[in-house]
Structures are given as C-alpha cells and as structure tokens.
C-alpha cells in the first residue's frame, strides 16, 4: 500500500501529516530521520520519531483568538510524511493502483464552498504540480 501525504507547501508537512493520518511505522523497523520510497511513483517519505511539542499561539501574540490558546502535544508513536508535497502525478499513480479515490476528488473541485456546481471550472494544473482537492481519509 501506498504510503501517500498531502501537502500544499514544504513547510506545513509535518503539521498537516500529524493530522491527516500519516503512515504509523514499526519502531523496530524504520529509523527516525530515515527516508524511503515504497515505490517508483510514490512520494519520498521521511520517519519522524515519536515526541512532544507545544501547539498554539502565546497570549502576547498579536492578533491571537483565544481558542489558539498554547498546549502540549505528545506523539507516541513513529510516523513517516511526504518530504514535498505529494504531486497530481503521484496521486493519480495512487487512483489508477485503486488506492485513491480520484473520482471524488474531481467532483470536489467542480462545486465551491457551498456545494454548488463552478460553472467556469479551469483544471488546476497536471503533472508535478501539488495536488488538491483531496479528502481527509485520501490524505
């Protein structure tokens, strides 16, 4: 199976893999920091190790909400997330292998936020451009 992640940009990998339901990984088997390809189209993933962090914004920071409020988080598991974000290429490598549901990623970028069909819709772009548009349990 495909070990894939969304991303939409370098930097917010690790963040959106700690909530997309990143690949859980075997502790004795893959090493923190380690990299790996399951695949040649599949995304180049890299384990992170079990840990802590604090999430949230200090009360002192600037246009702060208060439901940002500052928090422990404790991962006690490894996990492994895209280095990159993953590509249409990739992603649809995933659906044509059947592990993907590309169907329904297409009719979601046909409707805008309230559900209604986009009348004018321009395809996103191909290729190795980030893919969007892909559901939660896709990630």
């Not at 819709?121 to 548009?133: I, M, S």
Request: aromatic fraction near 8%; charge should be negative.
């Amino acid at each position: 199976m495909n070990r894939l992640f969304v991303g939409l940009a370098v930097a917010t990998v690790v963040v959106l893999g700690l909530m997309a339901g990143s690949a859980i990984l075997k502790k004795d088997t893959e090493i923190a920091g380690s990299h790996f390809q399951e695949c040649e189209t599949c995304p180049e993933m890299v384990v992170i190790p079990p840990g802590t962090f604090i999430m949230g914004s200090p009360e002192t920071e600037r246009n702060r909400d208060k439901d940002e409020g500052q928090h422990d988080v404790a991962i006690a598991y490894a996990f492994a997330v895209s280095k990159a974000p993953v590509t249409w290429d990739q992603w649809e490598a995933c659906a044509r292998d059947a592990m993907c549901d590309a169907q329904a990623v297409e009719a979601a970028l046909r409707v805008d936020v309230e559900g209604k069909p986009v009348e004018e819709y321009l395809d996103h772009g191909r290729g190795n451009r980030p893919v969007v548009g892909v559901s939660w349990w896709d990630a």
